[in-house]
């Protein structure tokens, strides 16, 4: 895809998700690479436009370029790489534990599962995200045209948390409430206030049969990684400049909220934890150490 087919941008109102292009470009660097036979991710660089993957060229390299804008978004894209690992390996992991039917994606971005996880054959999967940013994915799919999907379906449904009602777009899009469902929600949390994280736990909680599972990444509290953010919204080179994080959970307040909905927590790591046990590189401790990984099961 050339830079100018890129169909990235403000789309009526909120732009397309730069944060999920970021995590797409940190999955197409370490592709093959760090905790080898645990990670691999090649779909991952064909979503990217041209522009897009010229950082993930120059990490893969080890080849910083020149001039403070594009030095951090090379950067940027390094660091995420070393999260994105020990996060895909925790949830992939997590996934295969809890297979079912239905796997409904929340706040999906540029996720490859349904392209390339092969345990998805028995799986319809649903993959709901802004519709901004889900305009964003189907027009970059439709690029590539010849993607075969791993999974039994994709289905396409844009919800915005803030506002819409997931439980009738899920219904819309086919999603059976009876059976079990496992819910992947990676990399979302921290952009919902508390009250849109309670609001999607409501509805997805009373679409939750017994035997499924939810898998949620979300972000405890650190000083430093606020102040951090606050300085990268002030230089604005940062691809999360304007999507702001809005709340952090202590794991202790997530799984308390999670049991109020039925969900009890049965694990609960760090990716520090699991970086750690793969040996990958842990130069971002502190973003490693915040970053979590619980699974909450409905008896
Ligand atoms: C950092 S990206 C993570 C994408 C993907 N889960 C991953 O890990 O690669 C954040 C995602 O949250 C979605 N998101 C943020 N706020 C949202 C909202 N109010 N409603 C729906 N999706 C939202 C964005 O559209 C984006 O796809």
């Known amino acids: 895809m050339s830079e100018n087919e890129n169909p990235s941008g403000n789309q009526g109102g909120r732009a397309a998700s730069r944060t999920a292009v970021l995590v797409c470009q940190g999955r197409a660097v370490a ?6 036979g645990r990670f691999t991710d090649p779909v991952a660089a064909r979503l990217l436009s041209d522009a897009e993957r010229t950082p993930v060229d120059e990490v893969r390299a080890g080849t910083p370029p020149r001039g403070w804008r594009a030095r951090g978004a090379y950067e940027s894209v390094r660091a995420c790489a070393e999260i994105v690992v020990p996060r895909t390996v925790a949830i992939d992991d997590a996934l295969r534990g809890h297979a079912s039917g239905q796997l409904v994606i929340l706040g999906a971005g540029l996720d490859t599962r349904a392209w390339r996880l092969p345990g998805l054959a028995a799986t319809d999967v649903w993959e ?3 519709p901004a940013s889900q305009r964003d994915k189907r027009a970059r799919l439709a690029e590539l045209g010849d993607l075969p999907v791993t999974a039994r379906s994709v289905r396409f449904t844009p919800v915005d948390f803030a506002v819409d009602d997931l439980g009738a777009a899920l219904d819309a899009a086919g999603h059976d409430p009876s059976v079990p469902t496992t819910w992947l929600w990676e990399g979302v949390v921290p952009y919902l206030t508390r009250a849109q994280v309670r609001g999607t736990l409501a509805a997805l909680a009373a679409r939750t049969a017994p035997g499924s599972a939810l898998v949620v990444n979300y972000q405890a509290p650190r000083a430093k990684a606020a102040a951090g953010r606050l300085l990268a919204r002030a230089l604005r080179f940062s691809a999360t400049a304007n999507e702001p994080w809005r709340s952090l959970w202590r794991p202790r307040r997530m799984a308390a909220l999670l049991a109020e909905h ?8 760090s990716l520090l934890d699991v970086a750690h046990d793969l040996g990958t590189p842990r130069k971002a401790r502190g973003s490693l150490r915040s970053g979590r990984v619980a699974v909450a099961e409905r008896p």
Do not use: I, N
């Not at 039925?262 to 790591?269: A, F, I, K, Q, R």
């Open 262 to 269: 039925g969900l009890p927590v049965v694990s609960d790591e």
């Open 128 to 130: 709901v995200d802004h």
């Open 31 to 36: 592709d093959g690479r760090p905790a080898a």
